[in-house]
């Protein structure tokens, strides 16, 4: 959650930071604030809402924007205090030397707090960052150098934490620190940069220094200097930033949804370049580092994921039972991490994240490093603290996705746990289901083109939107491999329309929520061939006998059972073991299209962030 950004050199500052936090909406848009310092004065700019707010309000300050040439920017998304004015960042101390941004929790802030009023500090807003303020000014005080402080600060800190501050009585730095939040040194010529991010600096550099925890940095013009958590000198590598600017362009769509929406063939083709050549070919994993002897070993298999994620990971648990014979557990890392953690040398943890950096999913991972388990992680971000954290590695590499609904990433996390799934199976030399896997695998080469097939023409689902934009209530039922899906499309209709959506097993439908169906009740079910076709269209039946407006979503839908639905859409041909891979893309763009008719602001849903850095 919240983005921060920072820059010196010799540009605008005002102009790369608005750049930046227009990179980093996707991290929260409740309100935004730049300080922009020259010399020994520093100038805050704040505003609530959107970042258009301040924008504006910069409009009107071009000469003293101009001139300066350090400053710091936030965006926040609202933790402690409500999303007002008084509570944007940047804060600052009560003799206003000290500014100070701020993304993560301070879980301490309340004690802190107490202590810094007794010492005859004075808070304005109720943010737990007003306290760091407060604290790293106070300790400036026994210092007056700025890096002392900040290293003292946070020994005092408890919980998570990127900060970005100046001072007033040292114009020609600006010093940072970083402990379960992501921050990124952008290194320039005769410039620096600091983020959360690095879609905030990749129109400006191609370099960039990663801070680990624990870590404190002096960032000056020519310079940067890096601490460990013992407050002595380091090293760390500059790397080359995997991105470019393109990236983060609509490319003519009309929103960021819709684009990454679109290139998902071209996302299934990146997954499988170079692990899958030919359907008679076996899976290629060089990332993943466990031998055949220690793979069959393996005795149980733990996914941890958030939101979307825990819904790959839950298609995951189908095929990695199925095809590699192990079971599987899945669990959301929020309650993951509060209870006893049950693993061993012979667990195999997969840590899901498109962002790499979801709070609850690393402190999962470091939970069960401490048990001697192998860690997988399979993350759109190579460069993200749970990839540094893996023993193995397998980036999903679908680019920079900006819309906070993720789309894109989820297929490629799915295709991703095919590939691992049928990697696993034969490592421990499972013969069992070979036809079919080869089977599989012609259908995972051939999936891209059915991508596009299914993109080609979409005018049935925008109509569909339509039609059902005005219900405020929605169920989507599934079962077997695709009851993930339903939980997925539902979850994406409330993300981004606010329609109370929700998705059920289809034969849980007669267990309670049958109640809630009536003719203002819309139900979509996805009922591909297979071994649950019959009970689900069973179970359609149900729901049509208590009048509910019935949308089929599936592959094939017999004639004699199509005066059944309302509506029906129907996908290429597929099996149902990769039927989740096209089901989820008419759920992506029914929700998509639903808010569009809606007028919600699609990529930027209300409430939400699309990395998740807080628990």
Same mark, same amino acid.
Do not use: W
């Given at each position: 959650m919240c983005g921060i950004i920072g820059y010196i050199g010799d540009r605008k500052a005002s102009e790369v930071l608005i750049s930046g936090l227009s990179h980093l909406e996707y991290r929260g848009y409740d309100s935004s604030g730049v300080a922009l310092m020259k010399g020994s004065d520093v100038q805050i700019f704040k505003a609530q809402g959107k970042l258009n707010n301040l924008i504006e309000i910069l409009k009107d300050k071009q000469d003293t924007c101009s001139n300066a040439h350090i400053g710091i920017g936030h965006i926040r998304w609202a933790t402690h205090g409500l999303p007002t004015t008084i509570n944007a960042h940047p804060h600052t101390c009560d003799c206003k030397n000290l500014t100070l941004v701020h993304n993560g929790i301070i879980e301490n802030y309340q004690e802190l707090k107490e202590e810094l009023t007794t010492l005859g500090c004075h808070f304005v807003s109720q943010t737990d960052t007003e306290v760091a303020a407060h604290l790293i000014a106070h300790e400036y005080g026994k210092t007056k150098n700025l890096l002392k402080a900040m290293q003292s600060a946070v020994k005092k800190i408890k919980g998570a934490f990127a900060f970005c501050a100046i001072h007033k009585n040292e114009p020609d730095r600006i010093v940072v620190a970083k402990r379960n939040a992501p921050l990124v040194i952008g290194v320039g010529q005769d410039e620096n940069f600091i983020a959360s991010d690095i879609p905030a600096i990749i129109e400006y550099t191609k370099k960039a220094i990663y801070l680990s925890d624990g870590q404190v940095g002096i960032v000056k013009k020519n310079s940067i200097e890096i601490y460990d958590e013992n407050d002595l000198v380091t090293q760390n590598k500059i790397e080359n930033l995997p991105?470019?600017?393109?990236?983060?362009?609509?490319?003519?769509?009309?929103?960021?949804?819709?684009?990454?929406?679109?290139?998902?063939?071209?996302?299934?083709?990146?997954?499988?370049?170079?692990?899958?050549?030919?359907?008679? &070919?076996? *899976?290629?994993?060089?990332?993943?580092?466990?031998?055949?002897?220690?793979?069959?070993?393996?005795?149980?298999?733990?996914?941890?994921?958030?939101?979307?994620?825990?819904?790959?990971?839950?298609?995951?648990?189908?095929? *990695?039972?199925?095809?590699?014979?192990?079971?599987? &557990?899945?669990?959301p890392s929020s309650e993951y991490i509060y209870r006893e953690t049950i693993a061993d040398e012979n667990t195999l943890v997969i840590g899901i994240s498109q962002s790499g950096e979801t709070a609850d999913t690393i402190t999962a991972i470091k939970q069960v490093k401490e048990k001697n388990s192998h860690i997988i992680i399979i993350t759109n971000r190579a460069d993200s603290t749970m990839a540094r954290l893996a023993d193995s590695l397998l980036p999903v590499s679908a680019g920079i996705e900006v819309s906070v609904a993720a789309t894109k990433s989820y297929m490629a996390q799915l295709i991703s746990l095919y590939m691992l799934a *049928?990697?696993?199976?034969?490592?421990?030399?499972?013969?069992?289901?070979?036809?079919?896997?080869?089977?599989?695998?012609?259908?995972?080469?051939?999936?891209?083109?059915?991508?596009?097939?299914?993109?080609?023409?979409? &005018?049935?689902?925008?109509?569909?939107?339509?039609?059902?934009?005005?219900?405020? &209530?929605?169920?989507?039922?599934?079962?077997? *491999?695709?009851?993930?899906?339903?939980?997925?499309?539902?979850?994406?209709?409330?993300?981004?329309?606010?329609?109370?959506?929700?998705?059920? $097993?289809? $034969?849980?439908?007669?267990? $309670?929520?049958?109640?809630?169906?009536?003719?203002?009740?819309?139900?979509?079910?996805?009922?591909?061939?297979g071994i649950v076709y019959d009970k689900v269209l069973s179970n359609c039946e149900e729901a049509k006998a208590r009048q509910a407006k019935l949308i089929g979503v599936a592959d094939y839908i017999a004639s004699k059972d199509k005066d059944l639905f309302d509506d029906i859409v129907i996908i290429p041909s597929v099996s149902d073991t990769l039927s989740p891979a096209l089901n989820i893309i008419v759920l992506q763009l029914l929700a998509y299209y639903i808010a569009e008719y809606l007028g919600k602001d699609v990529d930027q849903p209300r409430n939400l962030a699309k990395s998740v850095t807080v628990e």
């Open positions: 991105f470019e600017a393109i990236a983060i362009s609509k490319m003519g769509y009309k929103h960021f949804m819709l684009k990454e929406i679109h290139e998902q063939s071209d996302v299934v083709r990146n997954v499988l370049s170079g692990k899958l050549l030919s359907h008679d &070919d076996k *899976i290629r994993l060089e990332e993943f580092k466990l031998t055949p002897e220690k793979i069959k070993k393996i005795q149980r298999v733990q996914i941890v994921a958030c939101g979307t994620s825990l819904h790959a990971g839950m298609v995951g648990k189908y095929i *990695i039972e199925k095809y590699a014979g192990i079971p599987v &557990d899945v669990e *049928i990697y696993l199976m034969e490592q421990k030399g499972i013969e069992k289901y070979n036809d079919e896997i080869v089977n599989l695998k012609q259908e995972l080469i051939e999936l891209p083109n059915k991508v596009e097939a299914l993109l080609e023409n979409t &005018d049935n689902i925008k109509q569909l939107a339509k039609k059902y934009s005005s219900y405020k &209530d929605f169920i989507f039922i599934a079962r077997g *491999i695709n009851f993930p899906s339903a939980l997925e499309g539902a979850l994406k209709l409330k993300e981004i329309s606010y329609i109370n959506a929700t998705g059920y $097993g289809a $034969g849980e439908l007669k267990h $309670g929520p049958i109640a809630m169906l009536d003719e203002n009740m819309p139900v979509l079910a996805i009922l591909n061939r």
